[in-house]
């Protein structure tokens, strides 16, 4: 058995064992606020696991480890007014394979200029029913497995990005497409990437979020039925080398809730906004 035979069986027992291994974060993950944003997934995955060009693009990626926690404001009536998330992130990346606990990305086609992969992600229970007395009676939400596309191009000063995931385990059958745009600045060693753009959700997964169902329906909570919405968000990210191989994260988010959000009763603010802090080690 020659040594470039050895070499590839040791990459992909390394790759099986990491998957395993974020399957197992995974799980610390879902015990997490349920409130924990889709778009800090994609920050994170941007700035915590930059893709390395290797000749390789499937295994001559990098491991990252590292803690990752995020205070967010709750915008559900009754609920505690902020949560705190504490998340684990461990992640292999490679130039067209992304596996993590902030999802996963296969780039399925790549130029210079853009990319389009496909995506796998986890979204996960909007409310518990026992975040609050009024939540109290609500249908417990399931967690959703979600799959789609994304595809990025670099477009003026920044780049312009793009996503749609649809419900796949009939969690919510709805379906979610994000369109963002972000701009990089660097100010010595510190990297800021800041931006903007809109989400919009289906009146499924709307419903989902802040819907109230004939049988959840008590003397002061009525019916209501969501509309699809447009969520306006704005982000920004900075990341501080310490070491070559150790970084630190900040991110910060918010998103202005529309009518089809704040004309439920169990919305009681128009916006939610989040800070989060992390260090990561990449090896």
Not at 82 to 92: E, F, Q, S
Not at 94 to 104: C, P, Q, S, V
Not at 127 to 135: A, I, K, P, R, T
């Amino acid at each position: 058995m020659n040594f470039y035979r050895v070499s590839n069986l040791v990459g992909n027992g390394l790759i099986l064992l990491g998957t395993g291994l974020c399957a197992s974060a995974l799980l610390l993950f879902i015990s997490t606020s349920a409130n924990a944003q889709q778009g800090t997934r994609d920050i994170l995955r941007e700035e915590v696991n930059p893709k390395q060009d290797e000749a390789d693009p499937w295994l001559g990626g990098v491991w990252q480890f590292g803690a990752y926690g995020q205070v967010e404001s709750n915008p559900y009536r009754g609920a505690d007014s902020v949560d705190l998330d504490p998340l684990p992130l461990l992640a292999y990346d490679a130039d067209r394979l992304h596996i993590g606990t902030d999802g996963i990305s296969v780039t399925a086609w790549q130029n210079e200029f853009a990319s389009l992969d496909v995506l796998g992600a986890l979204r996960m229970k909007p409310f518990e029913n026992g975040d609050s007395e009024y939540l109290r009676g609500m249908k417990e939400r399931d967690m959703a497995y979600e799959a789609g596309i994304g595809f990025t191009s670099r477009l003026w000063r920044g780049e312009v990005g793009a996503y749609y995931l649809t419900d796949l385990n009939d969690a919510h059958d709805g379906h979610e497409l994000d369109l963002t745009y972000t701009i990089p600045m660097d100010l010595q060693n510190v990297t800021f990437d800041w931006g903007g753009g809109v989400r919009w959700q289906s009146d499924k997964l709307a419903n989902y979020h802040v819907g109230v169902s004939g049988t959840e329906v008590r003397s002061d909570r009525n019916a209501y039925d969501a509309d699809a919405a447009f969520i306006p968000h704005l982000d920004v990210s900075v990341t501080y080398p310490i070491t070559e191989s150790i970084v630190l994260l900040g991110t910060g988010g918010v998103e202005l809730l529309p009518d089809s959000y704040t004309d439920s009763p169990l919305i009681d603010d128009d916006y939610v906004y989040s800070i989060g802090l992390g260090l990561v080690y990449n090896f």
